[in-house]
């Protein structure tokens, strides 16, 4: 392999499907994509060499190959931090921004009980915060002993205090699968989410990726970040634009899939008046969250649950035991595809509640204070009430058709709804499913990337 | 180790409630940082909560609270045992800004307050130079050294 450096073969790999796309930067061009089952279990070269033949030959002239890794279940990470509407929300966000999963998060000191917890999560990396610069360090330097004693061998990103870094040097001394960046919440309603993101980041390819089998893949390719980070970068060069080539602004990508959902915004998400107090802590421009419990397939029971069914059913013109007919059948069968009109309806009227219900949860909300003599609104979150743009992407989503509209139309604000969606946002669909790919090209080639992205999200 | 100054102490700043009366909290601001705190200011309406929080994490002297609008007395209650509760049943906390309301007197407002667990309560015509000469003095009355 390695004959042309402006072809690109971007892999995705440790979910159901293994997806390859071979990329021309040069044209720029996305020359073919195709997928294969993933193959952790044995060895994981066998599902990419299926996919590599489905995709023609010439991506064996690839100069370069890069994957992302959606990991076996997700980059399983735990949060734990001081105070839990702080620290500890500023480690889940820092580690959902990382493209992680937040397994559980834990707050003030770890007990006996907590570590028991933290054991049977499996965590596959902790993600330890507490004080601020200067700050309390008690906190932090007993929850770095109860990890050392209690979770040996674990991984840990270290973010917190920076006065109780020489101690917990001291701690974790002699364990090279403990990193220290700077922390997360340097000040109160301070972020500073980058540097842990890259440690979480590192550590994830130098153990994680091993543990998981994929280090086999090594000989023929990088892999470079996982997977839900790969799209956050391809959303935020899409937003930001490069060079000379603007982007698209403020926007918010929803990625329906078929355990979890998915939700990017690349947004200031500022209070839009003078007159609304902004409470809690601000969140980032570039935030991720991610829904375990709304997914259109294995976790189908949990949506169902979350919304209102009757309502599901006037939108798909079916009855409410259609509906949950529907979802009893592709709960047990994720592969099991609509066929009829009607089971189209109903597929893409679940993935517009999902969608909302995702969506809603990543936004912020507003909250009307009566004092005796007036009113006052106070934000939490970000308002993303002015995002103008909205992109669809993941399997249900394009596989949805004609129906994308109507899933992404969850993500419209309702008049007199609380929580800050988009009050009148377009859509786009990322019908070829090149977000994540995109994402991995943005390291070498952010022109060629950009360029692809604004070509092939389709508007509907 | 090598003697370093001890750094300023820490403060909590705000104003209680849903009072968004904002330009003296600025002030205030100002004026303790100028005087060599370290302060924190988490600007209006903010909740007990977070301001027992934010002193958490920083590990904070003292909870410095304002109230303009006159309801600071319902505001304020539960304030010490919510601290005593989070485990800062220590800190200094000091209440100032518009706490006499209507034809109450001063005495009588400040033994209320007094009563909730405040060390000190700030009546009309007390300025932030008040809050400062009296956080200098209790802190140092504590052994906590201003790095000046
Ligand atoms: C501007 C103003 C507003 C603006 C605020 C704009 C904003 N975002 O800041 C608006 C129009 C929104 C407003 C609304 C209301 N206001 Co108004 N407002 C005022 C006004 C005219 C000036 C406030 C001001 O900025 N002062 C200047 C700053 C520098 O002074 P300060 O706030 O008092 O702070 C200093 C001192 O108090 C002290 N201090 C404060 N805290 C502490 C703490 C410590 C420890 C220490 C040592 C010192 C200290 O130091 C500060 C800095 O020097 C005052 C009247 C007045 N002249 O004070 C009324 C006043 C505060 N408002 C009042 C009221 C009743 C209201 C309303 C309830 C309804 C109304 N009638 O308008 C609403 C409440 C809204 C709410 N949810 O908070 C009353 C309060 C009555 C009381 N407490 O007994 C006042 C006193 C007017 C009055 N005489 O009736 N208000």
Not at chain 1, 223 to 249: C, I, Q
Not at chain 1, 291 to 304: N, Q, S, V
Request: contains cysteine; charged residues 25%; aromatic residues 4%.
């Amino acid at each position: 392999m390695g004959s042309s450096p402006s072809l690109y073969l971007l892999g995705d790999v440790g979910s159901t499907f293994t997806k390859l796309c071979l990329v021309d930067a040069g044209a720029p061009a996305v020359l073919a994509s195709a997928a294969a089952p993933t193959t952790v279990g044995t060895d994981v070269n066998a599902g990419f060499d299926a996919a590599l033949g489905r995709l023609g030959p010439r991506a064996r002239e690839a100069g370069r190959i890069l994957v992302s890794s959606s990991a076996a279940g997700g980059l399983r990470i735990a949060a734990v931090g001081l105070v839990p509407e702080l620290t500890m929300k500023a480690a889940r966000i820092a580690a959902l921004g990382a493209g992680g999963k937040v397994v559980g998060a834990f707050s003030f000191r770890l007990t006996a009980q907590d570590l028991a917890g933290l054991r049977e999560l499996r965590p596959d990396m902790i993600l330890l915060a507490g004080g601020t610069d200067g700050g309390d360090t008690e906190h932090i330097i007993h929850n770095a002993g109860a990890l050392a004693a209690g979770l040996p061998g674990v991984p840990v990103v270290a973010a917190g205090n920076r006065e109780a870094r020489e101690e917990l040097e001291r701690i974790f001394a002699g364990r090279p699968e403990v990193r220290f960046a700077a922390n997360v919440m340097p000040e109160v309603r301070r972020l500073d989410l980058d540097p842990a993101r890259a440690c979480i980041r590192e550590l994830f390819l130098e153990r994680i990726v091993a543990a998981k089998g994929l280090d086999r893949l090594r000989s023929r390719a990088e892999v470079v970040r996982p997977t839900p980070e790969a799209v956050l970068r391809a959303v935020a060069l899409l937003s930001r634009g490069h060079g000379g080539s603007p982007g698209l602004g403020e926007l918010l990508a929803v990625d329906v899939g078929g355990a979890t959902t998915d939700v990017y915004s690349c947004a200031e998400g500022r209070p839009s008046s003078p007159a609304v107090v902004l409470r809690g802590l601000p969140e980032p421009f570039e935030k991720r969250t991610v829904e375990a419990d709304i997914g259109m397939r294995h976790t189908i029971a949990h949506l169902l649950e979350q919304c209102d069914v009757e309502e599901v059913a006037r939108a798909a013109r079916a009855t409410a035991d259609e509906v949950r007919a529907w979802a009893g059948a592709v709960a047990g069968d994720p592969g099991h595809l609509p066929a009829s009109e009607r089971e189209h309806r109903i597929d893409a009227a679940l993935a517009a509640a999902g969608c909302r219900l995702a969506v809603a949860r990543h936004c912020g909300w507003l909250e009307e204070c009566y004092t005796p003599e007036g009113r006052v609104y106070v934000q939490e979150g970000k308002d993303l009430g002015p995002v103008r743009c909205v992109v669809g992407s993941g399997g249900p989503l394009a596989a949805g058709g004609p129906r994308a509209g109507e899933v992404l139309a969850g993500a419209r604000r309702a008049p007199g709804e609380s929580r800050l969606l988009p009050s009148a946002p377009e859509f786009l669909i990322d019908r070829r499913y090149l977000l994540w790919a995109m994402g991995l090209l943005a390291d070498h080639e952010p022109a060629a990337a950009l360029e692809l992205m604004k070509r092939h999200l389709e508007p509907c | 180790m090598s003697p370093s100054p001890a750094p300023p102490p820490t403060m909590i700043l705000g104003v209680i409630g849903a009072d968004c009366h904002a330009v003296g909290n600025k002030i205030l601001e100002l004026a303790f940082r100028e005087a060599g705190f370290n302060v924190v200011n988490l600007g209006v309406m903010v909740a007990q909560e977070e301001f027992i929080a934010a002193a958490i994490e920083t590990k904070a002297q003292a909870i410095v609270v304002s109230s303009l609008y006159g309801h600071g007395e319902m505001d304020c209650r539960g304030f010490r045992e919510r601290c005593v509760e989070a485990g800062l049943g220590r800190i200094l906390l000091y209440v100032g800004g518009n706490l006499v309301v209507g034809k109450a007197d001063f005495a009588g407002v400040e033994a209320k307050f007094r009563a909730m667990g405040f060390d000190r309560v700030f009546g009309p015509g007390s300025g932030p130079e008040h809050g400062i000469a009296a956080l200098r003095e209790d802190l140092a009355a504590r052994g906590a050294a201003l790095g000046q």
